[in-house]
């Protein structure tokens, strides 16, 4: 069977019960994160106010399921007028392909590189996997820009709905595109909710240590 029909065959399985109860676990998580994280994310917010003009959250332009646009946001981790300065530095991008990687990157606020190391920058996600745009564990979306320079087989992995976790945050975050759609694709061709539930369980110490950058 080809690695095409393989992901065909799982994303018209999401009708099914397994798909189901994927959706429950979604729902039960993210509002029982919600109500026990609001405190922290009225912190961060406060220290996003009093450290850096701007606005608290990121319109984060991405897009989900067979490249359908998505409203997601962030905490704002980097200075105001960010996008607008990415230009200056694309010869120092990390990353291969149309993503945009830099471990160093000067426009990250100092607040921002701590909630960018324990991935609190994604807290306001939650209320976008409450809502069913994203899943806790799935394909990580996409920015439109880099959907549009993705060839055919690189978009299979929105074949299913993205997620807030996956594979290449536990893989050791590759910088090569290909990869990180091998890995998407990986998960996609050997989903289960056990698979979700190592994942994230592998989520909680990946938070926990900071293993983010």
């Keep these: 069977m080809s690695r095409s029909t393989k992901i ?3 994303s018209n399985g999401q009708r099914g019960f397994a798909w189901f109860i994927k959706r429950l676990i979604d729902i039960a998580i993210s509002l029982v994160l919600l109500v026990l994280a609001c405190p922290l994310m009225i912190l961060i917010a406060l220290a996003i106010k009093l450290s850096s003009s701007g606005p608290i959250l990121y319109r984060w332009p991405v897009v989900g399921k067979c490249g359908k646009p998505l409203k997601a946001y962030k905490f704002r981790t980097m200075v105001d007028g960010a996008d607008e300065m990415k230009e200056e530095l694309l010869d120092q991008n990390e ?10 990157d000067p426009r990250v606020t100092p607040v921002g590189r701590v909630l ?3 991935s609190l920058d994604e807290l306001p996600q ?3 996997v409450l809502k069913g745009d994203i899943s806790l564990v799935g394909p990580r979306p996409v920015l439109k820009y880099e959907w ?3 060839n055919g087989w ?5 074949d299913v709905k993205p997620g807030g976790i996956c594979l290449w945050h536990l893989r050791g975050q590759p910088r090569d595109i290909d990869e990180w759609v091998k890995l998407d694709l990986e ?3 050997n989903w289960s909710l056990w698979l979700d539930l190592k994942i994230l369980a592998g989520a909680v110490w990946y938070v926990l240590a900071g293993k983010n950058y």
């Design 154 to 158: 690189q978009r299979q992995k929105l």
């Design 8 to 10: 065909e065959g799982i």
């Design 95 to 104: 990353a291969s392909g149309p993503i945009f990687k830099m471990r160093e």
């Design 187 to 189: 998960y996609i061709e």
């Design 126 to 128: 939650l209320w976008s």
């Design 116 to 118: 960018r190391k324990f």
């Design 148 to 150: 549009e320079e993705f």
